[in-house]
C-alpha cells in the first residue's frame, strides 16, 4: 500500500536538513578545490551529519524525497549566492 501521509514538521525537517547539507556541500567542494584539509574534512563531516536526518526521514516515506530535491536546490542555490567571488570567472 502507498503511503502518502505528511508530516508537515517532518516535510520542514528535510527541506532543512538538505538544504544544509547542500550548502556543506558546496562548501566541501570549495574547500577541496582550494586545496585546504581542515576546512575540507570539517565541511565533509558535516555533511555527512546532515544528510543522516534526512535520509532517515525519507526512507520511512518515499514522498519526503520531493522535501529532500526542494531544501538541495535551495541550499545549493543560497550558498553559491552568498559565497564571496575569488575574481574574475573565466568563460566556458
Given at each position: 500500500m502507498i503511503h502518502?501521509?505528511?508530516?508537515?514538521?517532518?516535510?520542514?525537517g528535510v527541506v532543512v536538513a538538505t538544504a544544509a547539507t547542500d550548502a556543506?556541500?558546496?562548501?566541501?567542494?570549495a574547500a577541496v578545490a582550494d586545496r585546504m584539509r581542515v576546512p575540507a574534512a570539517t565541511w565533509s563531516s558535516v555533511w555527512?551529519?546532515?544528510?543522516?536526518?534526512?535520509?532517515?526521514?525519507?526512507t520511512e516515506n518515499w514522498i519526503y524525497v520531493l522535501f529532500a530535491a526542494i531544501g538541495?536546490?535551495?541550499?545549493?542555490?543560497?550558498s553559491i549566492t552568498f559565497m564571496k567571488r575569488r575574481g574574475p570567472v573565466a568563460p566556458h
Amino acid at each position: 500500500m502507498i503511503h502518502l501521509h505528511v508530516d508537515p514538521l517532518t516535510a520542514l525537517g528535510v527541506v532543512v536538513a538538505t538544504a544544509a547539507t547542500d550548502a556543506a556541500y558546496v562548501r566541501f567542494t570549495a574547500a577541496v578545490a582550494d586545496r585546504m584539509r581542515v576546512p575540507a574534512a570539517t565541511w565533509s563531516s558535516v555533511w555527512y551529519l546532515l544528510s543522516a536526518f534526512a535520509v532517515i526521514s525519507y526512507t520511512e516515506n518515499w514522498i519526503y524525497v520531493l522535501f529532500a530535491a526542494i531544501g538541495s536546490w535551495i541550499g545549493a542555490y543560497l550558498s553559491i549566492t552568498f559565497m564571496k567571488r575569488r575574481g574574475p570567472v573565466a568563460p566556458h
